[in-house]
């Protein structure tokens, strides 16, 4: 039972636009938040996280949205750039969400493409 | 300063065999992680160390796995008896503390012929 999940496997978008990458989650005990880009070959690199506490986290051109009583997040990138093409991967972690102390559970991750 | 590091970067290995995966957190790091990324899949929490104990292992898939960082600082993931299911990216995440931004290394890429 996936508890983060990525439901667009993939995401084309154009220069400049606006990308939108859409993250659910079901455990109601995750409280905090992140977001992954990973390009191939390489780890996956932190972007920007945000605590329960809050419902916005913006850092120049990523914004991440909690929406807490819809269990939802989402990233938005603006403008969009080619070296945002990458596949981006959602997780969460909570002190007593179960599946490991602090260790992060993660979604299937979406491609977002970066159209020139 | 450096980041996490990883070694070897690819292991090709038979059915049976037995593997050893190496990680190298960032310096002055407490907390170090182990994760597993299959084709098509996120990564998957294995363990997690806080110093020098295992403060939970709760997502090691069987008793042929096993991971020790006896000083605090670099980690083997040691992989017994391996089967072709046991091949996939194996990465490696240390923190500052419980709670904190993980950072990860690049991942072994294990094939298990």
């Known amino acids: 039972d996936q508890q983060v999940k990525q439901n667009s496997p993939s995401l084309s978008v154009q220069e400049g636009r606006i990308s939108i990458l859409n993250c659910d989650y079901t455990n109601s005990m995750f409280d905090y938040f992140l977001w992954y880009k990973k390009y191939p070959a390489e780890g996956p690199t932190f972007l920007i996280s945000i605590s329960s506490i809050k419902d916005k986290n913006e850092d120049g051109r990523f914004t991440v949205f909690l929406n807490k009583s819809a269990k939802h997040l989402s990233l938005h990138i603006v403008p969009s750039q080619p070296g945002d093409s990458a596949v981006y991967f959602c997780a969460a972690s909570g002190l007593h969400s179960g599946g490991g102390a602090d260790g992060l559970t993660f979604g299937k991750g979406t491609h977002l493409i970066i159209q020139p | 300063g450096a980041g996490v590091s990883q070694t070897p970067s690819n292991k090709v290995t038979e059915k049976g065999k037995y593997v050893e995966l190496r990680c190298d957190p960032i310096?002055?790091?407490?907390?170090l992680y182990w994760y597993r990324q299959s084709l098509g899949q996120g990564p998957e929490f294995l363990i997690y160390?806080?110093?020098?104990?295992?403060?939970?292992d709760s997502g090691l898939p069987n008793d042929r796995f096993f991971a020790v960082r006896p000083e605090g600082s670099v980690s083997t993931l040691k992989i017994q008896r391996t089967e072709r299911g046991d091949s996939a990216v194996y990465l490696c995440?240390?923190?500052?503390?419980?709670?904190?931004?993980?950072?990860f290394g690049p991942g072994t890429r294990l094939l298990v012929l």
């Open positions: 160390f806080q110093g020098t104990g295992a403060a939970d």
């Open positions: 995440a240390s923190s500052g503390g419980a709670q904190e931004t993980q950072y």
């Open positions: 310096s002055g790091h407490t907390a």
